[in-house]
Structure formats: C-alpha cells, structure tokens
C-alpha cells in the first residue's frame, strides 16, 4: 500500500488540474467545468481520507523530489521535501473538505468565467496543501507566496452577475499586507538558514534539521520577531488585520469560506512550525506578550462585530476573535495549549465554513446582507434555519460541539502556563468574554431569520439539496469533534 502514498501527488494533483482546465484542450461548457472540477476536489478528498486510514502518529509520511539525483538548490542544502505529521494530517484532511464544499456551494453562486475561477480555486488548494506538507523553509516559502496568485484573483475576480466594484480595492489590499509580511518573514528565513549554518556547519533548511542553540540570543529574537510578525498578518493579529474584514465582505461566498475555513489558519501554523517548534526558546519570552495581542483580538474584534449590521462582516470579524483563542493556546506553551489551538483550527474552520455559506444562501434570496432589513425568512427556510441554529450555537461553545471543546482546553492551557500571570490573567479575563460572542452570533440569528416577516421576502424558496448537503456536512463534523474529541486530539501529539 504504500505506493498508494505520495505527497507530491497530494499537492500538485490540483495544480495539474488547474493548468488543464485553463488549456485550450479543456471545454468552455459550464456544467462540464464544474463537474469535473467538483471531481477533483472530491478525489482529493477521498484520497486525504484514504491518507487518514493509513497514518500512523509514530511514523509520518515523507517524501523527498530530487533533481537528476541533487537536491532542489543544492549548494544551498535546500530540498524539495515533504512530510505529514499529526497536525499535518489533520489540517490536509480540513483543506481538502473545505475545498470541497466550497465547490459544490459555488454551483449558486459563481455565474460566469467558470474556467478561470474553478483553475484558480484548485490552484489556490495546491498552494495551500504545500503550505501545510513542506518540511523545507524555502519550499514552505515558495508555496506561501504561490498562494497569493490564486487568492488575488478569486476575492478580486468578476464571477457574479452583479458587479462589485470593491472587491478588486480588497484583492489588492489583501495582496499588499500578505507580501510585505511575507519579507519580513523571508527576512527571519535567511537570518535562520545562515545563523544555522555558522554555529553548526550543517548547511540545510529542513524543519527536523535546523540547529538553533548556539545562535545568538539577540539574532534569535529577531529572527522570531520576523515570523510573528509574517505569520500575524495572515492570522491576523491585531493591528495587522485590517485587511480581512473587507475581503471577506467582498469576495465570492466560497471563497470566504477557504479564506476563514483554512487560509486564516496558516497563519498559525507558520507561528507553530516556525516560532514554537524551531525558535521555542525565545518563543517562551515572546509568548506573554502574544497573550495579550490575543485577548485584544478576542475582545476588541467581538465588540466589532456586535456593532455591525452586514451579516459577512459579523462573521468576518468573529474569525479574528476566535483566532486569538488560537494564538492563546500557542502561547500557553504546553501541550493542552497545542491540542487546544490545532483543535479549535478544525473546529472553527468548520463552523466559519458553514456561516458564510448561510449569508450567502440569505443573500441569493433576500438580495441584501443588512441585518436591519432582514428578518422572518425562517417561515419560508425552515431547513436553513434548522441548520443555521445548530451552527451559531457551535459556534458560540454549547457542550456536544467541537468549539465547546477547544475553548475550555484554551482556558484550562493557559491556567496552567508556566510563563507566568499574564497566561494566568488572560485565562481568568478570556473566560467571562466568550460571553460576547453568544450576543453577536444570536444576533445574527435572530435579527436575520426571526422577528417580524418582511412582505419582499414573502415568497423565497429554502435551501436546495446541494445547500442542505454542504451545511448538514458541516454540523455532523461538528458534532462528530464535539462528541468525539479523542479522534483528533489522539493525532495532535
């Protein structure tokens, strides 16, 4: 069977994929592009899965492509290698469902340029894939720079028959702070891989492989300050975040998806892979700090988002809030902390997949994302409304779902930090503000679907079964997480 496993295929299948259907040999006809494109994310899919069944925790995959027998660069001891530990397994299983679904709720909303927007989605899926299976500085760099092509063009491009003139000023926007926090982290990159290579003489950029211990401890927090602050954009840190909030308001409902579901959650992993794994000791003296960035993103950005009125940027602002739990977990540096973070990476990951698929089904009915303009469409959606109950009460921490599980093993992590109070207050003030975001999300809720009947949306259909398929997809993992914990926490190690 192991044949069978390839990591190269895992990532690059897409992307092969992606330059087909762009090629003059591939049809123009719309439902030939979206039903071969939806094949391909659910092969991807059913492959991670087939990855699942075969993974083993004590042995990870590995794969490694040579170059007529040399490495990639090879005077500069940089590979074109790949590995799949636990928390690699988890996050590839999430990106190849979330692409998934995103594929199939983007038969609604995506009605024109159907070839170049399916190319760019499964370019973007390589991307992302390489992200989390690069075991090379240089390769996780190559992939998170190839990231912002596809992404540029999907929050930016024209694939709706209303035209959007912001949407482009939010592709650009989300361009610009990506790039200029990618040089700072390339920055931290080269002053690794060159300080590795004078204390050591081992010249390599594998993860496994750098040696940190003899770098000086000033270049070392230099070089930590660089990734988090790389890493914080994509998170998004506050006040690194200004970006987000608009170019999930402007971009095509799936591709909100991806951007909450998985591209906010590389941010953490970069901070994981780069800053708690390799730099862990001066990690430890910028984590209080961290801490309390992370309370500001939980605070600040859910009093934000109780004081917006379009339902995609109260879910916008939502995904800052639970990124900070995130980060928490990360700075609480223990390992409740780590299985608390890379859950609530899957369980919110989920949870923003399904809302922003709810404001866009609201929106292709209603015409309008104003909360103040909406209200009682639950009489005509009662499935949708079914379904969007379960997800906001997921979302704001009710026991039997996945969020409920991460949030008290965040809590619990940073109560017992040894980094000192500022965890330990971080906890004791975190707790108490979770709070808030049960009163945006329930407003979100009950403003968008109860309340009186709008006579204009006196006659909207519910939910088609593609829809009901990709939400109910979304409470049963939810549910799954929730009730079984054990199944993704066992692979965190």
Known sequence: MDILISIPFLVFFPMLASFFIMSPLFTNNEISIRRFSKSIFGFIFLYTIFLLVMFDTANPFISKISFFGLDWIQALGVQFSFKIDGIGM???????????????SSKMNIRKNHKF??????????????????????????????ELIPAYFLIGGD????????????AIKFVLFTFLGSMVMLLGILLLHYYSYMTSQTLTANFSEIFTERIPVIIKLIISACFIIGFGVKLPIIPLHTWLPDAHTNAPTPISMVLAGIMLKTGAYGIFRFNYQIMNDVFQIFAPVLAIFALVNIIYTAFVAYAQTDIKRIVAYSSISNMGLILLGLCAFNQIGLNASVFHMTAHGLVTAGLFMICGIVYLRCKTRDINTLGGIASNMPRLFGLATLIVLASIGVPAFAPFISEVLTVISAMFSNLGIVLKVSAIVALPLLIISSCYMLKFLHCGFMG?????????????????IVLASVVAGLLLFGIFPSALLGMIG
Not at 457 to 467: L, S
């Open 90 to 104: 988890i996050l590839v299983l999430l990106t190849s469902f979330i692409f998934f679904i995103s594929a199939i």
């Open 117 to 146: 927007y399916y190319s760019m989605l499964l370019l973007l899926m390589s991307a992302i894939l390489g992200i989390f299976t690069a075991s090379d500085m240089f390769v996780f760099f190559m992939f998170w720079e190839l």
């Open 159 to 170: 694939f709706s028959l209303e035209t959007n003139t912001e949407a482009k000023k939010s």
């Open 452 to 468: 009186e009947k709008q006579e204009a949306f006196a006659k909207i259909n519910d939910i088609t079964t593609h829809e009901f």
